[in-house]
C-alpha cells in the first residue's frame, strides 16, 4: 500500500505531505498540523487504507473520544478532531503501520449479484498484493427503510 501515492492522488498540499508516513514523528506531526486543517481528512482516510483499526487503537489505549480516527473517520461531529488527538497520534499512526501488515485491504467494485427472499449473494474484487490469500471478510449491515 503506498500512502504518499494515495494523498498526492488526494491533493494534499505539498507542505503536508511529510505528514502522509508512517514515519512521521511527532515533531513534525506538532509542527505541520496548525498549517494543514484542511488536509487532515484527506491525510486520516490515506493512512488508514481503507481499513478499520479500531482494535488496535482501543488496545494501545487511545481515548475513545480519537478512535474514529483509527477507522478514517475525521470530523467535529465525532469528537475526532486532529488537533485535539495529537498526544494519540503516536499510537494511532503505529496502528495505521501495524494494520497495513496484518490487515486485508478494502474490497473493490462491490456489488448484489443475485438478491432473494432473505439472503443476498455477494461479489467484489480484492487486492491481494502481498500474496496472502484472504479467507474471510465480515460483512455488516442494516435494513434501509424507504424513509432513510
Not at 494534499?12 to 513534525?28: F, H, R
Not at 477507522?71 to 485535539?84: D, L, R, T, W, Y
Request: glycine fraction near 6%.
Amino acid at each position: 500500500y503506498n500512502q504518499t501515492e494515495c494523498c498526492i492522488k488526494s491533493g494534499l498540499a505539498a507542505e503536508c505531505l511529510p505528514l502522509c508516513s508512517y514515519n512521521a514523528n511527532m515533531t513534525d506531526i506538532e509542527r505541520l498540523s496548525p498549517h494543514c486543517p484542511d488536509d487532515f481528512a484527506k491525510l486520516v482516510r490515506c493512512a488508514t487504507g481503507g481499513r478499520d483499526h479500531l482494535n488496535c487503537c482501543a488496545r494501545r489505549g487511545v481515548p475513545k473520544s480519537c478512535q474514529p480516527l483509527c477507522q478514517a473517520v475525521h470530523q467535529s461531529s465525532s469528537g475526532a478532531e486532529f488537533v485535539k488527538c495529537l498526544p494519540h497520534m503516536d499510537q494511532i499512526f503505529t496502528c495505521y503501520e501495524e494494520g497495513t501488515a496484518t490487515l486485508p485491504p478494502p474490497v473493490r467494485d462491490l456489488k448484489a449479484v443475485s438478491v432473494q427472499d432473505g439472503k443476498v449473494f455477494l461479489a467484489w474484487k480484492s487486492d491481494d498484493s502481498d500474496g496472502t490469500l484472504i479467507n474471510h471478510f465480515e460483512v455488516h449491515y442494516k435494513q434501509v427503510t424507504s424513509l432513510e
